[in-house]
Protein backbone atom coordinates (compact mmCIF):
# COMPACT_ATOMS: atom_id res chain seq x y z
CA UNK A 1 0.00 0.00 0.00
CA UNK A 2 1.22 3.69 -0.76
CA UNK A 3 1.04 6.60 1.20
CA UNK A 4 -1.60 9.03 -0.85
CA UNK A 5 -2.25 12.62 -0.20
CA UNK A 6 -6.21 14.30 -1.32
CA UNK A 7 -8.70 16.50 0.06
CA UNK A 8 -12.34 15.30 1.77
CA UNK A 9 -14.74 15.96 -0.48
CA UNK A 10 -17.67 15.03 1.97
CA UNK A 11 -17.84 13.50 5.31
CA UNK A 12 -20.98 12.63 6.84
CA UNK A 13 -20.17 11.74 10.65
CA UNK A 14 -23.75 10.63 11.33
CA UNK A 15 -23.48 7.77 8.47
CA UNK A 16 -19.71 7.64 9.34
CA UNK A 17 -18.65 7.86 5.69
CA UNK A 18 -16.59 10.09 3.31
CA UNK A 19 -14.85 10.93 -0.29
CA UNK A 20 -11.54 12.06 -0.87
CA UNK A 21 -9.99 13.65 -4.18
CA UNK A 22 -7.09 12.65 -4.58
CA UNK A 23 -4.35 14.97 -5.36
CA UNK A 24 -2.29 13.21 -8.23
CA UNK A 25 -5.37 11.68 -10.89
CA UNK A 26 -8.55 13.84 -8.77
CA UNK A 27 -10.51 10.21 -8.71
CA UNK A 28 -12.50 9.86 -5.90
CA UNK A 29 -11.92 7.26 -2.63
CA UNK A 30 -14.41 6.00 -0.27
CA UNK A 31 -13.54 5.79 3.35
CA UNK A 32 -15.29 4.59 6.70
CA UNK A 33 -15.12 6.67 9.57
CA UNK A 34 -13.42 3.93 11.49
CA UNK A 35 -10.62 4.50 8.85
CA UNK A 36 -9.81 7.76 10.34
CA UNK A 37 -6.46 7.66 12.85
CA UNK A 38 -7.20 8.65 16.77
CA UNK A 39 -11.25 8.71 15.60
CA UNK A 40 -10.64 12.68 14.20
CA UNK A 41 -13.12 14.55 12.78
CA UNK A 42 -12.69 15.74 9.15
CA UNK A 43 -14.47 18.90 7.43
CA UNK A 44 -15.10 18.89 3.71
CA UNK A 45 -11.57 20.86 2.43
CA UNK A 46 -9.72 19.21 4.57
CA UNK A 47 -6.07 18.17 3.40
CA UNK A 48 -5.33 14.37 4.01
CA UNK A 49 -2.93 11.36 3.86
CA UNK A 50 -3.55 8.03 3.71
CA UNK A 51 -3.30 4.70 2.79
CA UNK A 52 -4.66 3.38 -0.71
CA UNK A 53 -6.34 -0.49 -0.51
CA UNK A 54 -8.94 -2.68 -0.37
CA UNK A 55 -11.97 -1.76 1.58
CA UNK A 56 -15.40 -4.12 2.27
CA UNK A 57 -16.50 -2.84 -1.21
CA UNK A 58 -13.85 -2.05 -3.39
CA UNK A 59 -10.81 0.41 -3.39
CA UNK A 60 -11.03 2.74 -0.15
CA UNK A 61 -8.82 4.99 1.22
CA UNK A 62 -7.51 3.68 5.31
CA UNK A 63 -5.49 4.63 7.88
CA UNK A 64 -6.77 8.64 7.12
CA UNK A 65 -5.20 11.23 8.59
CA UNK A 66 -5.81 15.03 8.78
CA UNK A 67 -2.86 17.04 7.64
CA UNK A 68 -1.96 20.29 8.98
CA UNK A 69 -0.90 23.47 7.33
CA UNK A 70 2.83 22.07 6.98
CA UNK A 71 1.47 19.10 5.48
CA UNK A 72 2.40 17.05 8.24
CA UNK A 73 -0.12 14.51 9.95
CA UNK A 74 -1.65 15.64 12.76
CA UNK A 75 0.05 12.47 14.87
CA UNK A 76 2.81 13.99 13.64
CA UNK A 77 2.90 17.20 14.70
CA UNK A 78 1.50 15.87 18.23
CA UNK A 79 4.70 14.24 18.28
CA UNK A 80 7.24 16.88 17.50
CA UNK A 81 5.74 19.21 19.38
CA UNK A 82 5.65 17.47 22.56
Do not use: P, W, Y
Request: glycine share 12%; no cysteine; hydrophobic share 35%.
Amino acid sequence: MSIRTGIVKFFNRKKGFGFIILDDDQRELFFHATSLASGRNLNSGDKVEFEEGEGKFGLAALKVSKLDDTGASSSESAHISG
